[in-house]
């Protein structure tokens, strides 16, 4: 238990250092996380409102951040490019994440093509039943791509790194809440990127090291 901890850590750190450095990103993460939890208490209750809640803000709002906000060139925080930090990236990279927010755009038209997707649902009558069900989709997408990543990574590394990132996923928007709590505020003093220096510290002790 200890190593998968360690290794939660490990996977929290890498992500905050290497793609989360504007300030607008972090505040935009904070907005996300909180959708998320929303999301989650809705979930038993009303799944089809939860993936709404799920895609539409939380997803959109965290996206958003990553595609138009985060720096894309030579991190001197931590000594590292921008083709390298998409190479060693443990989750979603920014291609990953287009193929899956493709999917997401295009998938509302398997309803239209076929509005019992293979019997699975009575055919929608209105806007609302289009709607749900196109929620119910997309909430088995996520699921789908939480359990593609993880099992993929059990393949690529090994089965503590894939469930310790799922686990990352999962957790996030707690952990998210405590990390950018206080970034809106930075945002409104006008710090656009966050200076890091608790990064940069640690990074030159351990090219010291």
């Given at each position: 238990m ?10 929290r ?5 290497y ?34 809640i ?12 990553h595609?138009f ?13 921008h ?28 309803l ?45 590394r ?8 799922l ?14 709590h ?28």
């Open positions: 200890t190593g998968f901890l360690q290794a939660l850590e490990l996977q750190w890498d992500d905050h250092r793609y989360h450095q504007s300030r607008i990103n972090q505040s935009l993460h904070l907005v996300s996380a909180v959708s998320f939890l929303w999301a989650y208490t809705m979930l038993l209750a009303d799944p089809a409102l939860a993936a709404l799920g895609w539409l803000i939380a997803m959109v709002s965290r996206q958003i951040g595609f906000f985060e720096p894309d060139g030579y991190d001197s925080v931590n000594q590292a490019t083709d390298y930090k998409e190479a060693v990236k443990v989750g979603y990279n920014l291609k990953r994440k287009i193929v899956l927010l493709s999917l997401w755009a295009l998938s509302p038209l398997l239209v093509y076929d509005p019992t997707l293979l019997g699975l649902f009575e055919p929608h009558v209105d806007l609302s039943s289009f709607v749900r069900h196109t929620a119910l989709l997309w909430l088995a997408l996520g699921a789908g791509g939480l359990i593609f990543r993880t099992v993929h990574l059990f393949f690529l090994d089965v503590q790194t894939g469930l310790v990132w686990t990352k996923i999962l957790t996030d928007p707690l952990h998210d809440v405590v990390l950018y206080r970034s809106p505020l930075h945002l409104l003093r006008g710090e656009l990127i966050d200076p890091m220096t608790h990064v940069a510290t640690e990074t030159t002790a351990q090219t010291r090291a």
